[in-house]
């Protein structure tokens, strides 16, 4: 059940790798590889493709941008493969002179400081394990798988808020910029002001009247 041919990469750009097999298989796998990381989104996520075939399967562990693979037989469980994955995710992460270098390094550049570990795991996680050890690789490649979609589901939600953002801050604007234009008077208002007006022409009318009332008793 091995695990045959290992990768990591940032976007298409494969950083390190190793192979157990011949010269010629290592081309034909690469071209396979090449088209997969061509196709995988950058957000986390784990995915599995089989070739035409179906003897062989590609594991993918999307983790921060930076893409771990590994190619097996059919036979190979899924939790070995993905503990293998995880297990060496772990061990780049952890390895500050290669994490720092992912984003500027050139194609195979980390091969040097990282091929030799990807050979050794992928040579201890291609063993048979014992049931016990089997049973515990099961569950921790559950937890991550659970991490994995809940880093997902996570990020989506956080998408659809900051989308929602923008649409009430679009929103928001519009309503401030009308806010601040001069209301236009309604048809009630206009009509009081009228009432206004018309009392105060009596008023006037009655206080002239008096007026001259008083001035012809005056008189």
């Known amino acids: 059940m091995p695990i045959i041919y290992s990768l990591i990469s940032r976007s298409s750009t494969v950083l390190c790798e190793h192979s157990e097999t011949t010269h010629i298989d290592n081309i034909s796998m690469r071209t396979s590889a090449s088209q997969i990381l061509a196709s995988l989104p950058s ?15 590609f594991h993918v562990v999307v983790s921060n941008g930076i893409k771990f ?17 995880f297990e060496i995710r772990r061990k780049f992460n952890s390895m500050a002179n290669v994490l720092t270098r992912t984003e500027t390094a050139n194609p195979y550049e980390l091969n040097k ?6 050979a050794i795991e992928m040579r201890r996680y291609s063993k048979r394990m014992p049931k ?3 049973e515990m690789l099961d569950d921790q490649v559950k937890r991550e798988k659970r ?6 589901e996570t990020t989506k939600k956080a998408e659809h808020v900051a989308l929602l953002g923008e649409h009430l801050a679009v929103n928001y604007d519009g309503t401030f910029k009308k806010s601040r234009r001069q209301p236009k008077p ?18 006037l009318i009655l206080v002239i009247v008096l007026a001259i009332l008083a001035s012809v008793d005056v008189i």
């Open 186 to 203: 309604s048809p009630h208002y206009k009509n009081k002001k009228l009432i206004l007006v018309v009392v105060i022409i009596v008023i």
């Open 43 to 57: 957000h986390d996520t784990e995915v599995i493709y089989s070739n035409s075939n179906d003897e062989y399967l």
């Open 132 to 134: 016990g050890i089997q």
């Open 69 to 85: 693979m590994c190619l097996t037989d059919c036979e190979t469980s899924q939790s070995q493969a993905f503990g293998f994955l």
């Open 147 to 152: 991490v994995i979609q809940y880093v997902n």
């Open 113 to 118: 400081e990282f091929a030799d570990v990807l």
